[in-house]
C-alpha cells in the first residue's frame, strides 16, 4: 500500500465519522420534533488488500464507509394536551396525508382545521380518513376529513317511543273530555315532537282507565299550533288504546286517531308512529320491553322520539378509536368521519421527505390503510402527542464518543537531558499538543 492510499484510507475514516456526527447532530435538533425517530449510523470497513491472494488472512483494511442509516423505530412518550385536533398513534402505523406532492405518511399528530374546513398538518397537508353516511355509520370510503359548515337539516318526527306505569289499582271509572282533560284524566304527561320545519310542539298525553287491563290515551297539543285549533284551548291530534294481561305485560296498542296537521307551512298529515313497547299480540313480542301495568303509582319511566330541529355545530371531538365526533345546537350527535392509518412491512425503508413526512420506497412495502387498532395497527389517542425518541443524554454521549480527540503524546525527551530540562521539555511538548 503506498503513501496516498494511506492516505486516502485515513481520509475514509475522517468522513465516515463526520457524517456520524450529522445523524447524531440532527437527533439532537429534533429532540422536541412531534413524532421524531431517532436514528443511528451503521459502520462498515471496504474491501481490504489481501497480500496473499485468495488465500485469506495477511489482509490491509481499505478504511470505513458509512452503510447505512437505520431509524430506531420505538414508541415515544405519549403527552396529554388540551387541543381537540392533537393525536398521537401508539403502536404501528402512519397518518395518511395528500397534498400537491401526492400521498405521504406522518407520526406527527398536531392537527387542525384550516380556512376551507380540512384537517391538515402544520405545512397544510390534507389528513385522510373514512367517510360516514347520512345516519353517522362510518363507511370503506376514504375522502379528506373536513369540518361541516352547513346548517343540519331539520327532521320530522316518525317516531315516537314510550315506556310507562299505569296504576292497576285505580276503580274510578271517568269518562274523558277533551275541554277538560285533566280533570277527566287518570294521568298525564308532556312530551316533544318535531314538525318538517324543525319547529318544537308539546304533546300532552292523557290516559283514562276504560275497564280493567284496558287503557284509553289521548295525545293533545295547543290549539293555537294546528289546522283548526283554537287559541288557548288544546286540540287532539292522537288517540289510541293499549291493553294488558292480568299480570300486567302489555298485551295490545291501537291507534283510532292521527291528525298531525301543524301550522307555518309545515308537512300536513304528518305520520307519526306512537309505540308503546313491545306488545304481545300486536307486535309479538314478550310484552316486558315497554309499558306494563303493575300495583303501583302511574309514572312515565322514558321516551324517545326521532325528530330534531335544525342545528350548527358547537363542538368537535376525537375519540380513542380516530372517529370524529360533532355536537350540535340542537343537542344531536353524529360521527363525521375515521382517522385512517396507514402500516407498512419495512417502515425502517421509509423515505424522508420533510416536515416530519414519509414517503412509501421500494424496500418499505406498499401501505395497508385501515381503521385504527386493527391488523396490527395502533390505537389513537385524542387529545395527545407523541414525543421525539431522541435520549439527549445517549446522544451526547455519542457525540462526543465520534469527535474524541488522539490520546496525548507520551513525554519522552532526549537521552541523557537533566531532570530540570526534561520537564521543561515535557511542558513544551505538551503545549504543543494543546495548541495542535
Not at 45 to 61: E, F, M, T, Y
Not at 103 to 112: A, I, N, P, V, Y
Not at 207 to 227: C, I, L, P, Q, S
Amino acid at each position: 500500500m503506498g503513501v496516498l492510499s494511506s492516505l486516502y484510507t485515513g481520509v475514509s475514516g475522517l468522513s465516515a465519522q463526520g457524517e456520524a456526527l450529522g445523524v447524531i447532530g440532527d437527533n439532537i435538533a429534533n429532540a422536541n420534533t412531534t413524532g421524531f425517530k431517532s436514528s443511528r449510523a451503521e459502520f462498515q470497513d471496504i474491501v481490504a488488500k489481501s497480500l496473499k491472494g485468495i488465500l485469506g488472512g495477511n489482509q490491509i483494511g481499505r478504511g470505513v464507509k458509512i452503510g447505512a442509516v437505520n431509524p430506531i423505530l420505538i414508541q415515544g412518550n405519549v403527552d396529554s394536551t388540551e387541543k381537540a385536533t392533537d393525536l398521537a398513534i401508539s403502536g404501528d402505523g402512519y397518518f395518511v396525508c395528500r397534498g400537491s406532492d401526492g400521498e405521504s405518511f406522518t407520526r406527527d399528530g398536531s392537527l387542525h382545521f384550516d380556512k376551507e374546513g380540512y384537517l391538515v398538518t402544520n405545512d397544510k397537508q390534507r389528513i385522510q380518513g373514512f367517510e360516514a353516511d347520512e345516519k353517522g355509520q362510518i363507511i370503506n370510503k376514504m375522502a379528506d376529513i373536513k369540518f361541516p359548515r352547513a346548517l343540519v337539516p331539520a327532521k320530522a318526527t316518525t317516531e315516537i317511543k314510550l315506556d310507562l306505569n299505569l296504576d292497576s289499582r285505580i276503580q274510578n271509572i271517568k269518562q274523558f273530555d277533551p275541554k277538560n282533560p285533566y280533570d277527566t284524566s287518570h294521568y298525564s304527561t308532556g312530551i316533544e315532537v318535531y314538525d318538517s320545519q324543525g319547529n318544537k310542539h308539546l304533546m300532552s298525553m292523557f290516559f283514562v282507565k276504560a275497564a280493567d287491563r284496558t287503557w284509553n290515551w289521548h295525545g293533545m297539543v295547543d290549539g293555537k299550533e294546528v289546522t283548526g285549533g283554537k287559541d288557548g284551548e288544546l286540540s287532539k291530534v292522537a288517540a289510541g288504546t293499549v291493553t294488558f294481561t292480568v299480570d300486567g305485560k302489555l298485551d295490545t296498542e291501537t291507534v283510532s286517531e292521527l291528525a298531525f296537521n301543524f301550522k307555518g307551512g309545515a308537512l300536513q298529515n304528518q305520520k307519526i308512529k306512537i309505540d308503546f313497547g313491545d306488545s304481545i299480540t300486536t307486535d309479538k313480542g314478550n310484552g316486558l320491553d315497554g309499558t306494563k301495568q303493575y300495583g303501583k303509582e302511574s309514572d312515565l319511566i322514558s321516551w324517545q322520539q326521532d325528530g330534531s330541529a335544525a342545528g350548527t355545530i358547537t363542538n368537535l371531538s376525537f375519540n380513542d378509536e380516530g372517529v370524529l365526533t360533532a355536537l350540535y345546537s340542537n343537542g344531536q350527535t353524529q360521527d363525521l368521519a375515521q382517522i385512517a392509518l396507514a402500516k407498512f412491512e419495512n417502515p425502517e425503508a421509509l423515505f424522508k421527505v420533510g416536515n416530519n413526512r414519509f414517503k412509501e420506497a421500494r424496500d418499505s412495502g406498499a401501505p395497508a390503510v385501515g381503521a385504527p387498532g386493527r391488523a396490527g395497527r395502533g390505537k389513537i389517542f385524542a387529545k395527545s402527542l407523541e414525543r421525539s425518541t431522541v435520549d439527549l443524554a445517549l446522544e451526547f454521549v455519542n457525540l462526543i464518543q465520534n469527535q474524541r480527540p488522539t490520546p496525548a503524546p507520551t513525554c519522552r525527551p532526549p537521552i541523557r537531558t537533566p531532570t530540570s530540562a526534561a520537564s521543561a521539555w515535557c511542558s513544551t511538548a505538551a503545549a504543543r499538543w494543546v495548541r495542535r
